[in-house]
Nanobody, 123 residues
């Protein structure tokens, strides 16, 4: 069974950095675009970043552009989200997802989801 597992979340102070990982198991996600989304308490899940297959194109939400970098290691079936200059408003559960159709900004377009990892940024 296909599974995405996020890790790397935690509690950090504003200005710190974190690297999230998302490891795929049960199947290969070769040819899938991968995305990161986040959901804060009481808010809808929102787009953070997307990377194409095999990884030449990335795009980011305006709120994280210049601070977050998404990458993928296809040999390891893993994607990463390097987050720097973290702000309290980045606090959320972060989810990775796989899209067989080439990449999207929209939750509804993704086919597989991980369980999420909590990121909390204190001021």
């Amino acid at each position: 069974q296909a599974q995405l597992v996020e890790s790397g979340g935690g509690l950090v102070q504003a200005g710190a950095s974190l690297r999230l990982s998302c490891a795929a198991s049960g199947r290969t996600f070769n040819s899938y675009a991968m995305g990161w989304f986040r959901q804060a308490p009481g808010k809808e899940r929102e787009f953070v970043a997307v990377i194409s297959w095999p990884g030449g194109i990335t795009d980011y939400a305006d709120s994280v552009k210049g601070r977050f970098t998404m990458s993928r290691d296809n040999a390891k079936n893993t994607v990463y989200l390097q987050m720097s200059s973290l702000k309290p408003e980045d606090t959320a559960v972060y989810y990775c997802a796989a899209d067989r159709s080439g990449g999207s900004y929209y939750v509804k377009d993704y086919d597989y989801w991980g369980q999420g990892t909590q990121v909390t940024v204190s001021s």
